[in-house]
Structure formats: C-alpha cells, structure tokens
C-alpha cells in the first residue's frame, strides 16, 4: 500500500473497531469472532506505529493501555457532582413523593432506575468525542482518569448517530462485574495479596491506578444514567437517556418511568429479589422526577437534589457454617480474626470469609467451630457475622477462644486499656507490619511516592529488596526491572518517585513515619511544637501533653517509639538519605497564633487557593478545620456557591460569614 493508502486503511479500522467496541460490550451482540477483532487491532496497532503523525488520542487502540505512570490532575467540576439522600422504608418514600407532589403542585413522572454500586464518573464530550473523565472527588472537584477511562471498552471515545449537543456532560457508575471480581480474587488469593472488599473496592482502586494497561486489564465495565448541558435534545430525563443510548453510551434498560406510589413500589419490590440475577452489584433504586424544568424548579439542598432519592435494599443474610478462625495482623499490629466459611452466595457473590473484628466480638457470638451462622453483607461492608443457629451447634464442638500470640512472628499479644483490639507488639520483625508500614510511607498523603504500591512493595520484600522504609532509598533500577510484571520504564519511574519524596516537608515525613496514633492532624501539631526530629525524640512526656490535642495515649506512643533502637536507626538512615528532618524555617516563620482558639468552617469553591490549602492556613495559624456549623464555630470561609443550608444556618445562629481575600487579610497572607 502507499503511505495515503495506510492513511485511509487507519481511518477504516478506527471507524470498524469503535463499532465493534460498540456492538460487543454495549449491545452484546458481536457480529466478528474475537480472532478477527484481534487481527484488526494489531494491523490498526502496525500502521499507527508506522504513521505518528496521524496519531488520534481517541483510537480504539489506547483501549490497551500503557505503563507510562502520572500523576492525577484535580479538576473543578462544573457541575457539582452531589450525592442523593438516602430511604430505607417505604414510608420515607412515601414521605419523598409527598414533598415533590406538594412543592410542584403540578403532574410530574418519576424515573425508576437501578443504584449501581460502583464509583462514579463524570465525562465530557465535545464535538462527539471523550475529552475528559473526572471521579467524584468532594464533589466540588475530582481526579483526572481520562486515560485510565478510555481503556473502558463499554464508554464510547467517539459517538456515533447525530443530533447530540456540541459540549455535553454524561454521569455513570464505574464498575467491575462479579465474575470479574471473582476471578481477580482468585488470582490474588493464589498471590497471598490481600483480596478486594467488594466490586465497588475493586472498581475505584483499580480506576486510581498509575498503569492505564492495568485498568485495561481489569475489564471495567460502566452504565451511565445522567446528561447534563446547555442544550439537551429533551426536558425529560428518561428521553434524554434513550437518546444517549442511540449515540453509544450504555443505558440500563431496567429503568422506567412511573407516576404512582405504587408503581414506584411494584418497582422496589421486583428488583430486591431480581437484582441478585443481575451481572453487576447494586445496592438499590434511585427516584428522580423525570422532567429537567421540574427537576429545576425543586432546587437543591447542601448535599443533595431534592428531585432524586435513593432506597437502599436491605442487606441479605445467609446461613452457612463455619470451618475455622485465622488472624490477620495490620500494619499498627492490630489482629483481627477471620471467620472462614462454607462458600455461601450473598449480594450477587460466594462469599467464604467474614470479619470477626476482635475478641469481644468473638465472645458475644459464642462461636464454635462447626457452628451455623448468620452472615450479611450491606453496600458497604465486608461480610460479618451477625449470629449463630443453636439448635443445629454439633455436639462436643470445640468454643473459638483468641488467641494470645502472634500467628505470623510468634510474640505475645497485648491489649491496651480502653481498646477493643488485640496489638502484637514485635514492631521490627513481624512481616505484615514491616509491609504495611512500609504502605502507609508511600502513600498519597505522606511521602506520596508514585509507581509503588501494596502490590509491589509485598515484591520488593519477598524479593529481599526491603526490610524497612530506609531501604527504599538504596533501591536501584537494574535491581526492580529484572523482576516479574516491572520493565526499565517502570523502575526508572519509581525511582524517580522515591527521589522526589525527599522535597516533601517536615510535617508529612513525621506522618508518614507511622508512629501509633499520630495521624495527619496530630503530625502538624507536633511539628509546629517540635521543628526538628531531634527536638521531638528529646521531648518529656510533660513537653508533649502540654501540646494542642497531645494526650497521655499519644504522647506516651511518641516516646516509647522514639525508645527503640531500631526505629532510630531508620531516622537516621533517612536523615543521610536526604528527607527533611526539620521544618522549612521560612513556614516556621510563617506560623503565628492569629487563629488561635477559632474554630473555623470552609464552604463554596475558591479561587485564590484549595479547599486543601486554606485548612492548611487555618491550621498554620493556629485555628481549628471543623466540618459542621454549631454554636461553637467562630466564622465560615466562604466561596463562591456556598450551600444553602449551610448559609441558613450561619444566620440562624448569627455566625460571620467571610470571603477569601477578607481572610486572607486576616492572617497577612497574599
């Protein structure tokens, strides 16, 4: 072929494979076998590589995925993306349908719809293409997972038909199937990785993920049940989705429109039972009045639309026995049993395991082994156990008593005053806690160190490459890209993470040190009281508890980790290796007590800085980030949109409400 033939043949195979895409994961109905689409993706694959310069970001080939790691950009939504309320009753419904009835005074239809249990998403197209795609986030502003995203297959990259607006925005629920989530258990159960929660777990982890070709590989699925825009072609919801449906986005074909309170309950009624058919989790209906101008008219409360509700099931509950008890051990040493079970389906999949979460659990349940027992499992939640079947308890069987020592290092087991949980106290030497403090060092919030993650660092350790969070420092690349599943690329990238670790400040190392109960908060208070590692590993019981929000517990939990050996031995390792091991002098200096004793609430959108700095500056300068107006709220930073309901309350209880550049004039800041 010549180069403009090559040209045209791209241009036909990213047209034929988009439909593909479209007639195997939307429509499920495929009119080529999986060979044939093979063969045209890597000729489509061939030819691109040929021809760069014809490169499209919305090919159907980017549905592969790369290796190449980034960060994730925080992007404003322009439409706040709020959640619904919840019901668990038919009369809260009732009492929803009652309140639009009254407040619209006019006929209107509700829209009956399935409350997928995935993570949301909100993706916009321009010009009928996927330009991006941002999660939830606060609501007010999200990740960038465009990338991640177009490895979806059932998410169009470019639509097909006419008539969609020029600029749109669809919202839907990212989710993976139950057959997925069983076989991607299977596979990490066969590893000895810790096995996902639920889909929903799955789902979001997987969509976070810094390699796109492992959210490609994770077979991601998506429904999407909301438009927004300027200019949609129908006032009502339900019209508007069957149309997105003509332009190649997946539409639930569960919905249906109602107008009575009975229809919506004959709705309810069916779907509790046949939702367990259904391919995907839920966790419920939604209710939302059909028509836009309605839908508009009823407004919006601070958190959510008060045209849409929410009815969640019930969570299920089986009888299934129980074989045996096993103990896992947390990254603080907390042990926490684990009933081991006869498979059971619950919630749409086997369920063989359930949290026992500690030994007074344990002791309330009386728990045998051979027992029958009650297990649910809620939207939310691991499975548990919620009772025992007496009358067919086996005879002579043996009573689950906890254990008293550690089942992966063998030391003995303590339980603090005032604490449910059981610690083993081997800090140094025990593996899940050596894995998992070396987890919570690299994660997001403290030493953020991108291209790791549980997965690899359980590698790392197997492999001998680390003991400790020192030993990341004396990683080199040859040692990661000779090993399983890592290349060059990815090890130079995680190199690079772990040298750019170092510019993160005082406060973040202390955090992400792992110290028993100095969380974010607590870290930022002992760095501003104490600048230095070395003045904190010096300080008094009496020099810490006179610390803002430092008690016995704490302080004492500084002290005895600043006792260990070996612990200031990483310090020190860390030290050499470059990490800041005291507070930038010009942010000590920027500290001041001009908030002192103020409690202070942050509502609306900014622009002068985040939502994230500004509770920095509050807490710089001595103030208190609350999430709730009350009476002991001093005033609220307010942006632009500030929920309604919030600023009610603020005038209620006659509380000063203040702009950005009015508080920012306040502690001298530009």
């Known amino acids: 072929m010549t180069e403009t033939d090559e040209i045209k043949r791209i241009d036909q195979l990213r047209e034929e494979l988009h439909l593909h895409n479209y007639n195997y994961y939307v429509l499920n109905a495929p009119v080529i076998s999986d060979q044939e689409f093979d063969r045209m993706m890597r000729e489509l694959q061939d030819l691109e590589a040929r021809h760069p310069e014809h490169f499209d970001e919305n090919s159907p080939s980017v549905r592969v ?20 309320g919840n019901t668990y009753s ?58 991640n995203v177009k490895t979806i297959r059932s998410i169009p990259l470019v639509l097909h038909g006419s008539g969609y607006p020029k600029s749109f925005e669809m919202r839907g629920e990212i989710l993976m199937p139950w057959d997925v989530f069983e076989e991607l258990n299977r596979e990490r159960e066969l590893r000895e990785e810790p096995l996902f929660a639920n889909p929903r777990n799955a789902a979001s982890g997987t969509l976070k993920s810094q390699n796109s070709a492992v959210v490609a590989s994770r077979k991601l699925d998506a429904y999407l049940y909301y438009m927004l825009g300027e200019d949609l072609p129908h006032d009502g919801h339900y019209e508007n989705l069957q149309e997105a449906e003509k332009w ?64 969640k099931f019930q969570a299920e509950r089986a009888l299934t026995r129980l074989l045996k008890v096993t103990y896992q051990v947390g990254r603080t040493g907390a042990i926490t049993p684990v009933a081991n079970l006869e498979p059971v389906q619950l919630s749409g999949t086997v369920v ?35 009772g025992v079947d007496l009358a067919s308890r086996p005879a002579g069987s043996e009573k689950v008593i906890f254990i008293t020592h550690c089942p992966e290092c063998g030391s003995k087991l303590v339980r603090y ?15 899940p806690q050596i894995k998992g403090r070396i987890e919570h060092f690299i994660s997001r919030r403290a030493m953020n160190i991108e291209g790791l993650g549980p997965e690899t660092v359980d590698l790392f350790y197997q492999e001998g ?20 599943r890592l290349g060059e690329k990815s090890a130079e990238n995680i190199i690079s993470g772990i040298a750019r670790s170092r510019e993160v400040p005082y406060e973040r190392v202390l955090f992400a040190l ?53 612990n200031r031995e ?34 609306g959108v900014f622009t002068r800085h985040s939502r994230d700095e500004y509770k920095e500056l509050i807490e710089r300068h001595g103030g208190k980030n609350v999430g709730s107006i009350s009476r002991k709220t001093s005033f609220i930073l307010a942006g632009d949109n500030m929920g309604p309901s919030k600023l009610e309350k603020a005038r209620a209880l006659n509380i000063p409400i203040i702009d950005e550049t009015r508080f920012l004039d306040m502690i001298n800041e530009e």
């Open 65 to 84: 995925g790369s290796d190449l790691n980034k960060n994730f950009t925080q992007v404003v939504h322009r439409y706040p993306m709020l959640s619904l």
């Open 90 to 147: 038919q009369a809260e419904v009732t009492e929803f349908y009652d309140r639009v009835k009254k407040s619209l005074n006019e006929d209107f239809e509700i829209c009956c719809e399935m409350k997928f249990d995935g993570t949301s998403i909100s993706l916009t197209y321009e010009d009928g293409k996927l330009v991006r795609a941002v999660t939830r986030g606060d609501g007010v502003k999200g990740d960038d997972v465009t990338d």
């Open 248 to 311: 190649g986005f997946k539409i639930s074909h569960i919905a249906r429109k109602v107008r009575t309170l009975q229809e919506i309950f004959d709705f309810i009624d069916y779907w509790d039972v046949e939702r367990k058919n259904l391919p995907v989790a839920t966790d419920g209906i939604v209710l939302k009045v059909n028509s836009l101008r309605q839908q508009r008219n009823l407004g919006y409360t601070a958190k959510s639309p008060r045209w849409a509700i929410a009815y």
């Open 352 to 386: 063989r395991r359930a949290s026992l979460h500690n030994a007074d659990i344990i002791a309330s349940l009386d728990l045998h082994i051979g027992d029958m027992v009650y297990v649910e499992k809620g939207g939310e939640i691991i499975p548990k156990i919620t």
């Open 417 to 431: 005053e005032d604490e449910a949980a059981h610690y083993c106290t081997n800090e140094t030497a025990c593996p």
């Open 465 to 484: 490459l680390i003991h400790d969070v020192a030993d990341l420092y004396d990683l080199k690349a040859a040692d990661i890209s000779r090993l399983e």
């Open 514 to 566: 792992g110290i028993r109960f100095v969380g974010e908060t607590v870290a930022k208070k002992v760095a501003k009281a104490f600048p230095s590692i070395d003045a904190l590993a010096a300080a008094t019981l009496d020099d810490l508890i006179h610390v803002d929000e430092i008690g016995g517990r704490i302080a004492q939990s500084i002290i005895q980790y600043f006792a260990n050996g070996k």
């Open 570 to 603: 990483i310090i020190e390792r860390l030290r050499k290796a470059g990490l800041k091991m005291e507070a930038d002098p010009s942010l000590t200096a920027a500290y001041s007590d001009k908030l002192q004793g103020k409690s202070v609430v942050i509502s």
